[in-house]
């Protein structure tokens, strides 16, 4: 479940992103009205059984029920992870096409979430945008300087909210900002290990919001300037 807005008088119109068909949106009919049909299953991030009909000659299918899988709400809940969560739920929403199958970018997002717990927030949700821009294509080459191509191997790279590609020092962009050579082999590390493993290897460290932030800021960087637009939720986590 990825996000809601009211249809029509009763009705609320809901993204999805399923895992045969991808992000699709369907009319959950009289949701407003009684909240005990769908109950928490319309929550962001909820990963449900859905049973819908599709319309000929419609794009919006017809959503007839949902069976809570696992819910984001059934584990403790604070600020932090209310603003991870939604970060996920956002990301997925701006970057997926519409009815794009991925099971990559589908497991990804189950397994973060697995993860998301108070006081364990931070890695997760780096995890989830290196991972995205990655999957998506947006991933540049940290190894080497794009204007010179000199090796950055184990220093200091530089990277711009505008322009594609990192740089060295001599070359770096008006603006740029400064991804660390500890950035850099942390994500190297995160993108080596398997998928489902990643996180609980990492996670067994503590994992403040300071350790690995401009890798962070890096990656939803990234993300903000292929979509071209600003995430909300970043901005949220980041306060």
């Known amino acids: 479940m990825l996000r809601t807005w009211p249809f029509q008088e009763a009705d609320l119109l809901v993204s999805l992103f399923t895992r ?16 005990r049909r769908f109950g928490g299953a319309l929550e962001p991030m909820t990963h449900v059984r859905a049973t819908y009909a599709e319309r000929p000659k419609q794009e919006l299918v017809r959503l007839d029920a949902f069976e809570i ?4 709400l059934r584990d403790s809940i604070d600020y932090t992870r209310t603003a991870g969560i939604e970060l ?6 701006e970057a997926l096409p519409e009815q794009a199958a991925d099971d990559a970018v589908f497991r990804l997002a189950l397994a973060t979430l697995e993860q998301m717990q108070v006081g364990r927030v ?3 949700v780096t995890y ?3 991972w995205m821009i990655r999957l998506m294509g947006w991933m540049p080459e940290l190894g080497h300087c794009v204007v010179c191509g ?5 220093g200091t790279v530089w990277y711009s909210g505008t322009s594609d590609g990192v740089t060295c020092g001599d070359d770096r962009r008006s603006g740029s900002l ?3 050579a500890y950035a850099v082999a942390t ?7 398997p998928l489902g493993k990643v996180i609980g290897d990492l996670t067994t460290e503590a994992w403040p919001a300071e350790r690995a932030a401009d890798l962070r800021r890096f990656a939803v960087a990234t993300l903000e300037r292929h979509l071209e637009r600003r995430l909300r939720s970043a901005a949220a986590l980041a306060r």
């Open 88 to 93: 996920l739920a956002e990301v997925l929403e």
């Open 150 to 154: 000199l090796d950055l191997r184990g």
């Open 128 to 130: 989830f945008c290196l």
């Open 122 to 124: 931070w890695l997760p």
């Open 178 to 180: 400064g991804l660390s």
């Open 187 to 193: 994500a190297w590390h995160i993108f080596r290990t």
């Open 69 to 72: 899988q696992w819910s984001p």
């Open 20 to 35: 045969e068909q991808g992000r699709i949106k369907g009319v959950a009919r009289h949701a407003m009205r009684s909240r």
